[in-house]
């Protein structure tokens, strides 16, 4: 089997997930000042494995998790064998880490940002990612601030980026029966391939954008004053996020088909819940406005 | 279009669901001695409709849902014209009921069913539907009840379809990425054909065999006292049903995917739902015996 000797570039990929896993749990265990990762090891019968990280019942954070894997394949998936017919039967390696942030404050969006590099040869490979942001209760400001951030990360890459990789999270995070997104989206990309160093250097660089992109937020939500209300419209919008991830989501799909590590998978899932049988906000309220950040939008064009 | 004036068996069907609706809500409001019955009707485009009535927030139950539906289409649907050639392309009338009980109390079980009539001509048409049992806490006296209940329903029509029927719940109602059913199944059937008058008679006989099947059980627990422990592990069983509803439930999918009203479908999913990562419960608790429940097993044979 392959992956006792790992390429070069699937050794730099692997470093720069398990880098950004080690980095991402202490700055947000400093953050945090009070909660605690608890770590768990997950392996796929000789395939490889991973590492979960989850904090639960932070002070900021109701649930924070940061996981990363490394999996050899002696053969690549159907899905992706369709797509690119010259990968088919071939072993591949596939290195991730993903991040899942629920703060406790209803007024702080929760926060997804994942990162992956798949590659079969050094000269079949690609990387994937991005993150999106997902308010209860919107704020323009937020909106600007998040997008701005994404938009001038990529910008030092490649100007084209930016306005393909909005769009692309906005048809992702479609609910369709919902007729809403999940939130006011990010970059996502896919299959971006083209000089593994330009590549790398774009990711290397993305992980570092992430808490740039969410922690001014996280400052201005984290300490609102709220009440009942406010955490049951959370945990309703919560029900959304829910709904997202177990109907739409490709790669919780994907997972739990596979039978891939399920706590890790479901890592994503809120730790709590809510629906109410034909609950529509009072027009006129915050609650109401979020339906202004649940659809495409300009946030850089926005005044 | 079709289905101004009904046939006979197809009149039958549908006042048999609605008059269902019509005793269940009023037996259910009595029996919670609290909570009332909303009522919210829908129509999909002149296709038909249907009526939800939802309690919250009752003495007993946390959510209770029943709803009817009564849909005309001008062409029977392509799941099944590729099961049914014979009824490709032809308009049908399809009507049920549905019923989703959680009551608040984690010692009393949730409990699903639902019956529904398709008919295409009075000679093509079929029943299907049952009833389910989901506990948090596993009693053995109440999953014999549940089982004997049903058995006796069951075997006053046909010996056969008890047996049948008990393991295809049991297949239906699996969740695989856990290993483990939603609960302690019941029976569930479908296409059940062979005699309209017949047929009718089992699902009417259905219809009064699901209160006396499960009222007993709710009577037992539904004052049991229970803290905050309790509580929680309800709440992540019920993270289990919202796994099992939006992942696996072919009606959930179906309903989501061909737009159909939505609140009706997703009234199935519970109040509130908890996921904590890697959760296991001790062994030798009574959280940890919720197990034994959680695997197909003959209820009627148990000593």
Same mark, same amino acid.
Request: with cysteine; aromatic share 12%; net charge negative.
């Given at each position: 089997?392959?992956?006792?000797?790992?390429?070069?570039?699937?050794?730099? /990929?692997?470093?720069?997930?398990?880098?950004?896993?080690?980095?991402?749990?202490?700055?947000?265990?400093?953050?945090?000042?009070?909660?605690?990762?608890?770590?768990?090891?997950?392996?796929?019968?000789?395939?490889?494995?991973?590492?979960?990280?989850?904090?639960?019942?932070?002070?900021?954070?109701?649930?924070?998790?940061?996981?990363?894997?490394?999996?050899?394949?002696?053969?690549?998936?159907?899905?992706?064998?369709?797509?690119?017919?010259?990968?088919?039967?071939?072993?591949?390696?596939?290195?991730?880490?993903?991040?899942?942030?629920?703060?406790?404050?209803?007024?702080?969006?929760?926060?997804?940002?994942?990162?992956?590099?798949?590659?079969? #040869?050094?000269?079949?490979?690609?990387?994937?990612?991005?993150?999106?942001?997902?308010?209860?209760?919107?704020?323009?400001?937020? /909106?600007?601030?998040?997008?701005?951030?994404?938009?001038?990360?990529?910008?030092?890459?490649?100007?084209?980026?930016?306005?393909?990789?909005?769009?692309?999270?906005?048809?992702?995070? /479609?609910?369709?029966?919902?007729?809403?997104?999940?939130?006011?989206?990010?970059?996502?990309?896919?299959?971006?391939?083209?000089?593994?160093?330009?590549?790398?250097?774009?990711?290397?660089?993305?992980?570092?954008?992430?808490?740039?992109?969410?922690?001014?937020?996280?400052?201005?939500?984290?300490?609102?004053?709220?009440?009942?209300?406010?955490?049951?419209?959370?945990?309703?919008?919560?029900?959304?996020?829910?709904?997202?991830?177990?109907?739409?989501?490709?790669?919780?799909?994907?997972?739990?088909?596979?039978?891939?590590?399920?706590? /890790?998978?479901?890592? #994503?899932?809120?730790?709590?819940?809510?629906?109410?049988?034909?609950?529509?906000?009072?027009?006129?309220?915050?609650?109401?406005?979020?339906?202004?950040?649940?659809?495409?939008?300009?946030?850089?064009?926005?005044?």
């Amino acid at each position: 089997m392959k992956g006792e000797t790992l390429g070069e570039q699937e050794s730099a /990929a692997a470093r720069l997930m398990r880098t950004a896993q080690h980095d991402l749990v202490e700055a947000l265990t400093s953050y945090d000042g009070d909660g605690e990762f608890r770590h768990a090891e997950w392996d796929r019968d000789g395939l490889g494995g991973g590492t979960a990280r989850v904090m639960t019942d932070g002070r900021v954070f109701e649930r924070a998790g940061v996981n990363v894997s490394l999996i050899h394949g002696s053969e690549v998936p159907p899905t992706i064998a369709k797509a690119m017919p010259e990968a088919a039967g071939q072993p591949y390696t596939a290195t991730g880490v993903s991040v899942v942030l629920h703060p406790r404050n209803p007024y702080a969006p929760s926060f997804h940002a994942n990162f992956r590099y798949f590659g079969v #040869s050094s000269e079949l490979w690609w990387f994937g990612g991005g993150c999106d942001l997902t308010p209860s209760y919107g704020f323009d400001e937020d /909106a600007v601030h998040f997008h701005r951030t994404l938009a001038a990360w990529c910008d030092r890459h490649d100007p084209s980026w930016y306005p393909a990789w909005k769009k692309e999270c906005d048809e992702y995070f /479609a609910i369709p029966h919902r007729g809403e997104t999940r939130g006011i989206g990010g970059v996502f990309f896919d299959r971006l391939t083209g000089g593994f160093d330009r590549c790398y250097a774009l990711v290397a660089d993305g992980v570092r954008t992430l808490l740039p992109a969410y922690l001014p937020i996280l400052d201005r939500r984290r300490d609102m004053p709220y009440g009942e209300r406010e955490r049951t419209w959370q945990l309703l919008r919560r029900g959304r996020y829910v709904e997202f991830n177990l109907v739409h989501d490709r790669g919780t799909l994907f997972g739990l088909q596979t039978r891939g590590n399920i706590e /890790a998978i479901l890592m #994503s899932l809120p730790p709590l819940a809510r629906w109410e049988f034909a609950h529509q906000p009072e027009p006129g309220t915050p609650e109401a406005d979020l339906a202004r950040f649940l659809r495409p939008h300009n946030w850089l064009a926005h005044a």
